[in-house]
């Protein structure tokens, strides 16, 4: 048990670490995407919003400083803390030259209260050059990098036009492990076509893996993006909230006891969400897992193969 939880979570781990809750502040570092600019695709990820997965952030317009300040301001209204992490969140965040992330990162984790650093991206945008970058950067703070694979089926990854194949995230992975860098691994539920044995098939290939985190997902509809119009076109079926808390329970039995969760459910902006409608209840989402897995007697790691 970890503490209240039956899962390793991560707000366990940061209390662990610094003693006191860590806050993520979502910082918007003005980058793009090879998804977006013509390198592999212009469309972006088929559920991806205008904004990269960064709908809560600050204003990209604002300095780092500036936005970290602000988020400080806002985030100090729902916890007291000083422990906080610069989470670059919006689209791929090494995706620029070395000269300009080592900028914007120090930027970062020179500010006041700043006490580690986030980092999510794709498996193809870490170069040897940057993969140095964030050696250099891992020894100076407390770092993670976050990868985007949603499922390790190729043939789901090319409707969801993630842009590259499962083999280039083990590769990556394995860089990231070997180079001592924390990993956080990004899984969606609930993709067309998906049945819950794909999704877990998705849960066993990372739990083979040494990573430090998983962030679990259920697929957002939203509004102005290409995912919605299949949506408005074909009415795939959205997974219920119970088929959602019972597949995480599934999914927290395989994940290896000392793997971070950083996340159960995801955050939809309300005026952009069509579908499921249930995730804006997410302390109840949240309730509910922690319900199942009582109901179950089960922790995290209880199915993990020996």
Not at 65 to 77: G, L, T
Not at 227 to 241: D, G, N, R, S, V
């Amino acid at each position: 048990m970890w503490n209240d939880k039956r899962y390793h979570s991560l707000d366990y781990e940061m209390k662990k670490i610094f003693g006191e809750k860590g806050i993520k502040l979502s910082i918007d570092g003005n980058f793009t995407c090879p998804n977006r600019d013509g390198t592999i695709g212009r469309k972006g990820c088929i559920f991806c919003s205008e904004r990269g997965s960064g709908d809560f952030n600050s204003q990209k317009e604002k300095s780092i400083p500036e936005q970290i300040e602000e988020q400080k301001q806002i985030m100090s209204k729902k916890w007291k803390s000083n422990t906080y992490i610069a989470y670059f969140q919006n689209y791929t965040n090494t995706y620029d030259t070395v000269e300009s992330l080592r900028k914007k990162f120090y930027e970062a984790i020179n500010c006041e209260d700043i006490k580690g650093l986030a980092i999510a991206t794709r498996p193809d945008c870490i170069s040897p050059e940057i993969l140095r970058l964030l050696s250099e950067l891992n020894s100076k703070t407390f770092l993670w990098v976050e990868l985007g694979l949603q499922t390790i089926n190729d043939n789901t990854a090319v409707f969801l036009r993630r842009g590259y194949k499962t083999e280039q995230f083990d590769i990556t992975c394995h860089t990231l492990e070997t180079a001592g860098i924390r990993t956080v691994v990004h899984l969606i539920f609930g993709i067309p076509g998906e049945t819950k044995k794909e999704m877990l098939k998705s849960v066993k290939h990372i739990s083979q893996k040494n990573i430090w985190g998983v962030k679990l997902h259920m697929l957002h509809v939203l509004r102005n993006t290409d995912l919605a119009k299949y949506y408005q076109k074909t009415h795939f079926k959205i997974l219920t909230c119970e088929q959602y808390v019972d597949v995480v329970c599934d999914a927290l039995e395989l994940l290896h006891p000392d793997t971070i969760i950083h996340r159960l459910t995801g955050d939809g902006k309300k005026s952009d969400l069509i579908e499921p409608r249930w995730t804006l209840h997410k302390l109840k989402v949240l309730s509910d897992i922690d319900k199942e897995l009582k109901s179950r007697d089960s922790l995290q790691g209880e199915k993990l193969p020996l």
